[in-house]
């Protein structure tokens, strides 16, 4: 087993996915690195975000396993499972008429039961996740009332108030303009860096992807094509084989990171 594999607590061994007959992912192997951002791109109908369900429990692999913490996640109560991992899945729907407390007051379910009802430390994980993603002064506002960007808080408030070490997003930044875009990855940057969570997003913008990932996945046709850190895996010949994209490779001055510059599509 790989160095990786050991420091993970979430992966994938040979793991393939299907929908109905329709096999979407092959034989997939994929270590998530603890304490750091991961992000999955590839052009569309990769598996990206089936890859993130499977991740999540969310859907039941045809071969192979997933491990939490050594054990298939699919073995274990969903209630375990949501209190070591929170998804945020993409553009989520918030019930007409609720509060941005009381959305964010729904990421405590997993640690309710029979025998242990709302408490004190429930109100103080909610109030944490508002003021840790900015959301402290919107809280008793409806979340149908919110900006695009600020929706998007509102949920991943509600994913940090789980109190998971281990975070999913799938396309969080979906539908949202540039400054909302960064206003939200920025958040995801600093739920990682201050707080040790460990993230990992599908993302269809490989440029913010270069900028906010330390480790990313690239696949093409349902199969993992590469994976590592931005600045080794985002090249010339990723464009061409994972998004059929003719362009060059420069670096960011001010942050490091790769920006792709796509000069023109491949036919067929």
């Known amino acids: 087993m790989s160095a990786s594999a050991l420091e993970s607590r979430l992966r994938a061994e040979q793991v393939s996915l299907a929908y109905g007959d329709r096999q979407v992912v092959s034989e997939l192997s994929l270590a998530?690195?603890?304490?750091?951002v991961t992000v999955i791109v590839?052009?569309?109908?990769?598996?990206?975000?089936t890859v993130l369900r499977a991740l999540s429990r969310l859907l039941r692999p045809t071969e192979g396993v997933v491990l939490l913490d050594g054990k298939s996640i699919t073995s274990q109560p969903s209630r375990d499972v949501a209190r070591a991992l929170g998804l945020l899945p993409q553009s989520p729907v918030a019930p007409e008429g609720i509060t941005v407390r009381d959305l964010v007051a729904r990421g405590r379910h997993p640690h309710q039961s029979w025998w242990r009802q709302w408490g004190e430390s429930d109100?103080?994980?909610?109030?944490?996740?508002?003021?840790a993603t900015g959301m402290l002064e919107?809280?008793?506002?409806?979340?149908?009332?919110?900006?695009?960007?600020?929706?998007?808080?509102?949920?991943?408030?509600?994913?940090v108030a789980q109190e998971t070490?281990?975070?999913?997003?799938?396309?969080?930044?979906?539908?949202?303009?540039?400054?909302?875009?960064l206003d939200v990855l920025e958040l995801v940057a600093d739920l990682n860096r201050e707080h040790g969570r460990t993230i990992v997003m599908v993302l269809h913008d490989l440029n913010l992807a270069c900028r906010?990932?330390?480790?990313?996945?690239?696949?093409?046709?349902g199969r993992l094509l590469v994976e590592g850190p931005p600045?080794?895996?985002?090249?010339?010949?990723?464009l061409r084989d994972v998004f059929n994209v003719e362009g060059v490779i420069v670096t960011d001055e001010a942050t490091g990171a790769p920006v792709v510059l796509p000069h023109r599509t491949i036919a067929g």
């Open 165 to 181: 070490d281990l975070l999913l997003l799938d396309e969080p930044t979906t539908y949202l303009d540039i400054a909302h875009q």
């Open 231 to 238: 600045a080794e895996v985002v090249t010339a010949d990723l």
């Open 42 to 49: 590839g052009a569309n109908a990769s598996g990206k975000s």
């Open 123 to 131: 109100g103080l994980a909610v109030d944490e996740a508002l003021r």
């Open 138 to 159: 919107l809280a008793d506002r409806d979340v149908d009332q919110l900006s695009g960007g600020q929706r998007q808080r509102a949920w991943i408030a509600m994913a």
């Open 32 to 36: 998530v690195p603890a304490g750091k």
């Open 212 to 221: 906010y990932a330390d480790h990313i996945v690239a696949m093409r046709s």
